[in-house]
C-alpha cells in the first residue's frame, strides 16, 4: 500500500520500534513491508491512501510477424 502524507511526521520506521524516520508532508511512502505502521498513519488522519497511477499506451500501427513465423516453421512453399 502507498500512502501520502498530509503532514511531517516523526514516526517508526520498523515494526519493533528501533529506527524512527520522518515523514515529508506531500510525499509518497511504499508502506508494504510496514502495513501496521501504515494503517496507524491512516487512523491518526497524518496521512491519506495514495491511489495508483496508471500509464496507457496507444498502439497506431500493428506490425505482421506472422508470415515470418510460418515460413520458419514449415518451409518455403514449392
Known amino acids: 500500500m502507498k500512502i501520502k502524507m498530509?503532514?511531517?511526521?516523526?514516526?517508526s520506521a520498523n515494526a519493533e520500534g528501533s529506527v524512527t524516520m520522518i515523514y515529508k508532508s506531500?510525499?509518497?511512502?511504499?508502506?508494504t513491508n510496514r502495513m501496521n505502521i501504515a494503517t496507524m498513519l491512516l487512523n491518526d488522519g497524518s496521512?491519506?491512501?495514495?491511489?495508483?497511477?496508471?500509464t496507457?499506451?496507444?498502439?497506431?500501427?500493428?506490425?505482421k510477424k506472422t508470415k515470418g513465423i510460418v515460413?520458419?516453421?514449415?518451409?518455403?512453399k514449392k
Open 6 to 11: 498530509k503532514a511531517t511526521l516523526e514516526a
Open 47 to 54: 496521512a491519506e491512501k495514495s491511489m495508483v497511477e496508471t
Open 26 to 31: 506531500g510525499e509518497v511512502y511504499d508502506m
Open 71 to 76: 515460413k520458419k516453421i514449415f518451409g518455403k
Open 56 to 63: 496507457k499506451k496507444v498502439v497506431t500501427k500493428m506490425e
